[in-house]
């Protein structure tokens, strides 16, 4: 069996279904981040954020970017600051944060980019963004991409990967510093 290309009572594609849905989760995620007291649940909706992220890469035809997505900012970002407050911070949040008080502001400045993000997308010609000769794949670009990647850019890649090892080894010595000591 077989689905049909259009869901039957709304009229839309099945990818765009999967797109709403994993931007809803995506925007209850990071409201989720900046919403929540905990610190530990808000480096949880964080990663559930990125992984949306990571769905909606594979959505628009970027498995490579979805891979480099949940290897770089699910698994190393997201366990690096993770492990950072853990160990260096305790898990309760102040009562009142920062960025709580300042509800007003952070409204208005929403509104005018949202504003100015629907402006630019029904100003833009969409039409003519993506077009790819007949005999190109999905596969032929991810692989072109990977080439690039790991041939062309494999020392940034390196120096990326000591720099996080470098701040996690600066983590543990905060941490593991005796309290009296500077």
Known sequence: MTLPATIPLLG????????????????????AVVGMRDIIRNGLA????FAALAGIYVIAGAPVVAGAQVLVYIGAISVLV???IMLTQTKDAPRSLVFQTQV??????TAVLAVLIAVSVFAT?????????ATETKADHAV???KTLFADFTLPFEVVSVLLLSAV????????RERGAD
């Open 125 to 133: 010609d969409w039409a003519g963004g993506l077009v790819r000769g």
């Open 104 to 109: 007003v502001p952070a409204g208005i400045a």
């Open 82 to 84: 993770l492990f950072a």
């Open 46 to 49: 964080m990663i559930i954020c």
């Open 169 to 176: 080894i600066g983590g543990v010595y905060l941490a593991k």
């Open 144 to 146: 072109q991409l990977a």
């Open 12 to 31: 839309f594609a099945w990818d765009d279904l999967l797109f709403m849905v994993l931007a809803g989760i995506m925007i209850l995620a990071a409201l």
